[in-house]
């Protein structure tokens, strides 16, 4: 049957600080990846993405790390805010279908 | 349009009934996908369309899914039968190629009694 309260990975920060969220990713043939932002009751929002061919991107007050060698990617979001209180999830593409990660619940305290 | 529209925004279904979606990609987008999210977290890849095309639908359960993109017509995901565990929020997807970003619609709550 269905769960009651689905627990997801939390990551609390102050407001000011810089967050963190990390993704292991599962399939060496990927070679597209994409952080979604999720707020209750939406759907997914595009935050950045990246190619197989370059290690970093950045974008407005965010930065993705890829690092191919032990499949990890990472989102760092500098000065969090309020409004940055979601869940986030990373997906990964061999093909064109999405194959998302298990999302990550910020929790920002003001 | 500039946004991926889904609709109804919500249904209700006994267990048994027919449930059909529908979603409009954004204008100028040849692909369009269909995701499953269950339990406010995973999401899974049901179909995935290039134009009226089915390019991929690995994720379908085929006994009692379907989905269709025809010209000038909304994108359709249909339920045949709906059981409990189709439970969920159907998201649709489009984008300008393959491997590009994935605009999300605002989805559509399935709920089977």
């Known amino acids: 049957g269905e769960s009651v309260g689905l627990h997801l990975p939390t990551l609390s920060v102050q407001e000011g600080d810089n967050s963190i969220i990390n993704c292991a990713y599962s399939n060496s043939a990927s070679d597209y990846f994409i952080w979604y932002k999720q707020e209750s009751g939406k759907g997914p929002q595009f935050i950045i993405d990246i190619r197989s061919n370059m290690d970093k991107r950045q974008g407005q007050r965010v930065t993705v790390l890829l690092n191919k060698t032990v499949k990890h990617l990472s989102l760092q979001i500098a000065a969090t805010q309020p409004g940055d209180s979601a869940v986030y999830f990373c997906a990964e593409s061999a093909t064109n279908k999405l194959i998302f990660g298990t999302g990550t619940l910020l929790a920002v305290q003001p | 349009g500039e946004e991926v529209a889904q609709t109804p925004k919500h249904l209700v279904r006994g267990e048994g009934q027919k449930a059909k979606l529908y979603c409009a990609p954004i204008k100028g987008h040849s692909y369009v996908f269909w995701y499953q999210q269950v339990l406010k977290n995973e999401f899974k890849f049901l179909i995935s369309?290039?134009?009226?095309?089915?390019?991929?639908e690995t994720g379908m359960p085929k006994e009692r899914f379907s989905a269709k993109c025809l010209p000038n017509s909304p994108c359709s995901l249909e339920i045949q039968a709906t059981k409990l565990e189709d439970s969920a929020v159907y998201f649709c997807?489009?984008?300008?190629?393959?491997?590009?970003?994935?605009?999300f619609g605002p989805g559509t709550r399935l709920t089977v009694l």
């Open positions: 369309f290039q134009n009226e095309n089915v390019f991929d």
């Open positions: 997807a489009s984008s300008l190629g393959g491997k590009y970003e994935q605009f």
